[in-house]
């Protein structure tokens, strides 16, 4: 069982696209977020959602545009994609925030790749 | 403000050597949580251990093992023996444990190969 899955695994579109990455966690947890590698390996926060509710939205674009339609699931839309929008978007998902911190489950990345 | 600073890019050792990996951290918090993660080159990645600020006692995990000193906010990671299948990149990050802000701040990552 795969606890934390993010779709697709690999993603190659063109510059002025939109395109949506899927995520979804069968661990029950409540809160959930999406990371973004760049090409030097450097992780950052973009979004956290607690129960479909947007927590944290670090500086990111407008173009990115995540949907939590169950506590289950965060998917991250992007729009018109740019070059430098190439990276490794990473899903995870963490117990109810308001317990003792644990440790966040990732899924195992989707690479997109604007040409 | 978080940071997190792993000073070493890249490391190589042979096999069978030990190796550690540094990570230095800084906030503001009074009590947050230290983390290591790995990263092997199919890319996931995998939760190694979690540290309350709290617990300054050192861990040990088979081949791993976690110095966590608060006087010079360093807790880096060592492992014994290492063996090809260690070859990774390996990130330490730290997240506040204040309510609503469950986030963490990874450092840069170390690369590390291990020769066989």
């Known amino acids: 069982d795969t606890a934390v899955s993010q779709t697709p695994k690999y993603l190659v579109t063109q510059m002025g696209n939109d395109k949506s990455i899927k995520c979804e966690q069968n661990?029950?947890?409540?809160?959930m977020y999406w990371y973004k590698q760049d090409s030097k390996k450097f992780l950052k926060i973009m979004f956290s959602?607690?129960?479909?509710?947007?927590?944290i939205n670090e500086t990111v674009p407008n173009r990115f545009s995540p949907k939590s339609p169950d506590k289950a699931h965060l998917n991250l839309h992007i729009n018109s994609l740019e070059l430098g929008d190439s990276a490794v978007y990473f899903c995870?998902?963490?117990?109810?925030?308001?317990?003792?911190?644990?440790?966040?489950?990732f899924g195992q990345g989707t690479r997109l790749t604007v040409v | 403000a978080q940071k997190v600073t792993q000073a070493q890019t890249e490391i190589s050792v042979v096999e069978k050597e030990d190796v550690t990996l540094d990570c230095v951290y800084e906030?503001?918090?009074?009590?947050?949580?230290l983390f290591w993660y790995k990263q092997p080159p199919s890319g996931e990645l995998v939760f190694l251990i979690r540290?309350?600020?709290?617990?300054?006692q050192n861990e040990i995990s088979g081949r791993y093992s976690w110095n966590f000193q608060k006087s010079t906010s360093s807790f880096n990671f060592t492992i014994t023996a290492s063996q090809v299948v260690d070859s990774a990149v390996y990130f330490c990050?730290?997240?506040?444990?204040?309510?609503?802000?469950?986030?963490?701040?990874f450092g840069t990552g170390t690369r590390l190969t291990i020769i066989p």
């Open positions: 959602y607690n129960n479909k509710e947007l927590i």
């Open positions: 661990l029950g947890h409540d809160t």
């Open positions: 906030t503001r918090d009074t009590t947050y949580y």
């Open positions: 990050a730290l997240s506040p444990s204040n309510f609503g802000n469950e986030k963490l701040t």
């Open positions: 995870a998902s963490s117990q109810d925030r308001q317990l003792p911190n644990t440790e966040a489950f």
């Open positions: 540290r309350n600020s709290f617990d300054e």
